[in-house]
């Protein structure tokens, strides 16, 4: 690997090896020196922001009774996310960190997603040019998101979702073609919440106690204006983190238990999360839904898309308790002081409600793939995650190699229904790669040969993959035949270029995903 170095990425290792060493100097210097980053006395001083959960979608009336429909229209938005100053954002229905979608197992969405973004971006001039995926979706290829399925400024697509699977923490965010990065770090990302009534018969935190906490990192000039600079395509880090689109928010809890729904909705950041009592949480969903039983951790690796649900209970602290989500940081992030910390929560009263306030030791029995094991024919494929030349690849191939076959090329064909084991290996110590396989729930086996994570026992669709590291998963493939996306959710490795896809069923089987649904112009007839 090392030697595969060219001498340009070998002094971009030690540039960040030296920003790390530097650390925890405030403010590092790796952006580039002609960027006007905005003053740290600018910023808002940690938990001085109230906390909000983004609003809910309302879908539009329609005179079919099973499906839930929805108008989504991506635009610009002049946000105050800093005190006294605006940002440009583009975002869906310019809400930032949201609109969140609340649905329910059993009732079929179709979501009109509308582009509406100026024809180019503000500071960077590509065309804006959207793709939407709902990420933990098993939707069809042509509703999947596909990077090359795009939609131009002023066309729009309805999406199709099933809402067939278990309850769990889905988001949709944007997945254009090589500038993923990008339309994701404007803003557009947001969290889709799926209910079962298993899920809702539990005794666990329901309703205002259960709490979505969209965490990202951002970098602002002193305009106020987003500063996008992902060091050469290496990956891009902020120094304010933002929750729910608010810098360090500060949330008025009561003495009992939340759930907290915590997505990574970073670019390029990891976080290792700790509350400052030095307490435990207990883990009871990750990114398919909720865990066979709970698990009680006091330290959670969290890779870039994987979601996870915890519980906090606040019941032990006596009003007037302060207690810091703190992020303690993961190899090969760039830190700042300002990101050892995402938001505090305040214990300001005794609870008024104590319905849901437990914990169950079983949660779902059932939970998707947690029952999938190897047996002595499980087929394993390997995929390597490896930087050649300047470019990030997976087994030395690129999206760019699909776009070259005119998107036939595949790295994996397995049948409809067969379950196999996936390896991920990452041989460097530079960097880490969050890997996301879309379609599937898949079951963490093993990482280096030793068992998963306690918090990583249930179903999964990123897997963390550090340095160093080779994880193995285990996955059915199914329920649909088609062309599906797999790659690093470290969105700038992403874009350049390591995204691969895989052909369930046999070859040309299931729907085309560029061409079964094609986005259409605008003005679109009514819903
Ligand atoms: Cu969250 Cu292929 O994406
Ligand atoms: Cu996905
Ligand atoms: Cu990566």
């Given at each position: 690997?090392?030697?595969?170095?060219?001498?340009?990425?070998?002094?971009?290792?030690?540039?960040?090896?030296?920003?790390?060493?530097?650390?925890?100097?405030?403010?590092?210097?790796?952006?580039?020196?002609?960027?006007?980053?905005?003053?740290?006395?600018?910023?808002?001083?940690?938990?001085?922001?109230?906390?909000?959960?983004?609003?809910?979608?309302?879908?539009?009336?329609?005179?079919?009774?099973?499906?839930?429909?929805?108008?989504?229209?991506?635009?610009?938005?002049?946000?105050?996310?800093?005190?006294?100053?605006?940002?440009?954002?583009?975002?869906?229905?310019?809400?930032?960190?949201?609109?969140?979608?609340?649905?329910?197992?059993?009732?079929?969405?179709?979501?009109?997603?509308?582009?509406?973004?100026?024809?180019?971006?503000?500071?960077?001039?590509?065309?804006?040019?959207?793709?939407?995926?709902?990420?933990?979706?098993?939707?069809?290829?042509?509703?999947?998101?596909?990077?090359?399925?795009?939609?131009?400024?002023?066309?729009?697509?309805?999406?199709?979702?099933?809402?067939?699977?278990?309850?769990?923490?889905?988001?949709?965010?944007?997945?254009?073609?090589?500038?993923?990065?990008?339309?994701?770090?404007?803003?557009?990302?947001?969290?889709?919440?799926?209910?079962?009534?298993l899920e809702?018969s539990l005794p666990i935190?329901?309703?205002?106690?259960?709490?979505?906490?969209?965490?990202?990192?951002?970098?602002?000039?002193?305009?106020?204006?987003?500063?996008?600079?992902?060091?050469?395509?290496?990956?891009?880090?902020?120094?304010?983190?933002?929750?729910?689109?608010?810098?360090?928010?500060?949330?008025?809890?009561?003495?009992?238990k939340?759930?907290?729904?915590?997505?990574?909705?970073?670019?390029?950041?990891?976080?290792?999360?700790?509350?400052?009592?030095?307490?435990e949480?207990t883990v009871i969903g990750?990114?398919?839904?909720l865990m066979q039983a709970p698990q009680r951790?006091?330290?959670?690796?969290?890779?870039?898309?994987?979601?996870?649900?915890?519980v906090?209970d606040?019941?032990?602290?006596?009003?007037?308790?302060?207690?810091?989500?703190?992020?303690?940081?993961?190899?090969?992030?760039?830190?700042?002081?300002?990101?050892?910390?995402?938001?505090?929560?305040?214990?300001?009263?005794?609870?008024?409600?104590?319905?849901?306030n437990a914990i169950p030791d079983v949660l779902n029995p059932k939970a998707?793939?947690m029952?999938?094991?190897?047996?002595?024919?499980?087929?394993?494929?390997?995929?390597?995650?490896?930087?050649?030349?300047?470019?990030?690849?997976?087994?030395?191939?690129?999206?760019?190699?699909?776009?070259?076959?005119?998107?036939?090329?595949?790295?994996?064909?397995?049948?409809?229904?067969?379950?196999?084991?996936?390896?991920?290996?990452?041989?460097?110590?530079?960097?880490?790669?969050?890997?996301?396989?879309?379609?599937?729930?898949?079951?963490?086996?093993?990482?280096?040969?030793?068992?998963?994570?306690a918090?990583?026992l249930g179903?999964?669709?990123?897997?963390?993959?550090?340095?160093?590291?080779?994880?193995?998963?285990?996955?059915?493939?199914?329920?649909?035949?088609?062309?599906?996306?797999?790659?690093?959710?470290?969105?700038?490795?992403?874009?350049?270029?390591?995204?691969?896809?895989?052909?369930?069923?046999?070859?040309?089987?299931?729907?085309?995903?560029?061409?079964?649904?094609?986005?259409?112009?605008?003005?679109?007839?009514?819903?």
């Amino acid at each position: 690997m090392v030697a595969s170095l060219n001498r340009r990425d070998v002094l971009k290792v030690g540039l960040f090896a030296g920003a790390a060493v530097a650390l925890p100097l405030e403010r590092v210097a790796i952006a580039k020196s002609t960027i006007d980053r905005i003053a740290a006395s600018k910023l808002p001083r940690p938990f001085t922001v109230p906390f909000a959960v983004p609003p809910v979608a309302t879908a539009v009336p329609t005179a079919d009774a099973t499906t839930d429909y929805y108008e989504l229209t991506m635009r610009s938005n002049q946000v105050e996310i800093l005190p006294g100053l605006k940002t440009e954002l583009w975002a869906y229905d310019g809400i930032p960190a949201g609109p969140t979608i609340v649905t329910t197992r059993g009732r079929p969405a179709v979501i009109r997603h509308i582009n509406g973004l100026p024809p180019t971006h503000p500071a960077l001039g590509y065309t804006s040019t959207t793709s939407v995926h709902l990420h933990g979706s098993a939707s069809l290829p042509e509703y999947d998101g596909y990077a090359s399925d795009v939609t131009q400024p002023g066309q729009y697509k309805d999406y199709h979702y099933p809402n067939f699977q278990d309850a769990r923490t889905l988001w949709y965010h944007d997945h254009g073609v090589h500038h993923t990065a990008e339309n994701a770090y404007m803003g557009l990302a947001a969290m889709y919440i799926l209910h079962d009534e298993l899920e809702l018969s539990l005794p666990i935190p329901h309703g205002r106690y259960d709490v979505p906490l969209v965490v990202r990192d951002a970098m602002f000039a002193s305009s106020g204006a987003l500063i996008y600079d992902d060091s050469n395509h290496s990956g891009l880090f902020g120094d304010v983190i933002l929750v729910n689109g608010r810098p360090w928010p500060r949330m008025e809890v009561e003495r009992r238990k939340y759930r907290f729904r915590v997505l990574n909705a970073s670019i390029s950041r990891g976080y290792r999360w700790k509350l400052s009592t030095g307490d435990e949480f207990t883990v009871i969903g990750t990114d398919g839904g909720l865990m066979q039983a709970p698990q009680r951790v006091t330290e959670l690796r969290h890779g870039m898309a994987e979601r996870y649900e915890i519980v906090i209970d606040f019941a032990k602290y006596p009003v007037g308790t302060r207690v810091v989500l703190q992020n303690l940081g993961v190899p090969n992030a760039v830190d700042f002081d300002t990101t050892k910390q995402a938001m505090a929560f305040d214990v300001v009263a005794d609870p008024t409600d104590l319905s849901g306030n437990a914990i169950p030791d079983v949660l779902n029995p059932k939970a998707s793939a947690m029952d999938l094991t190897p047996t002595p024919g499980t087929r394993t494929r390997r995929f390597e995650f490896i930087r050649v030349d300047g470019h990030w690849t997976i087994n030395g191939k690129t999206w760019e190699d699909v776009i070259k076959s005119d998107y036939q090329y595949v790295w994996a064909d397995p049948g409809l229904g067969d379950v196999e084991i996936w390896e991920f290996v990452n041989k460097s110590g530079g960097w880490f790669h969050p890997v996301h396989v879309h379609l599937v729930d898949y079951k963490v086996l093993d990482r280096n040969g030793k068992p998963p994570f306690a918090y990583e026992l249930g179903p999964k669709d990123v897997v963390y993959v550090g340095e160093n590291e080779t994880v193995r998963v285990i996955a059915q493939f199914g329920p649909h035949q088609g062309r599906y996306m797999m790659h690093c959710h470290n969105l700038v490795h992403e874009d350049h270029d390591m995204m691969a896809q895989f052909q369930v069923g046999p070859p040309g089987s299931g729907d085309d995903p560029i061409w079964a649904d094609v986005a259409k112009a605008m003005p679109a007839p009514a819903l």
